[in-house]
């Protein structure tokens, strides 16, 4: 079973920027549409940004213009650059399959403050 390990998140200011990074274990990941979710609390999970196996990027509107989504098949690795950061984008993030087939692995928490 492919595993999911999400990372990068943390404490930052309004305006500020992170990275995001979800490595997957298995080598299904170069051949699946691959997206980051985020709940925030008393929330849905919602996709944020999708990413094809071809590189073609969807984002929600929300954080589109300041979120960049990639993805390194070589390394199994799927990136989120977040700038811009507002307090609304506060919430864990995971990464998965698009459509979600795999397990969530246990999310990287994202706090932005006022």
């Known amino acids: 079973q492919v595993q999911l390990v999400e990372s990068g998140g943390g404490l930052v200011q309004a305006g500020g920027s992170l990275r995001l990074s979800c490595a997957a274990s298995g080598s299904i990941f170069s051949i699946n549409d691959m997206g980051w979710y985020r709940q925030a609390p008393g929330k849905q999970r919602e996709v944020v940004a999708v990413i094809s196996s071809g590189g073609r990027t969807n984002y929600a509107d929300s954080v589109k213009g300041r979120f960049t989504i990639s993805r390194d098949n070589a390394k199994n690795t799927l990136y989120l650059q977040m700038n811009s950061l507002r307090p609304e984008d506060t919430a864990v993030y995971y990464c998965?399959?698009?459509?979600?087939?795999?397990?969530w692995g246990q999310g990287t928490q994202v706090t932005v403050s006022s």
């Open positions: 998965n399959t698009v459509p979600i087939y795999l397990n």
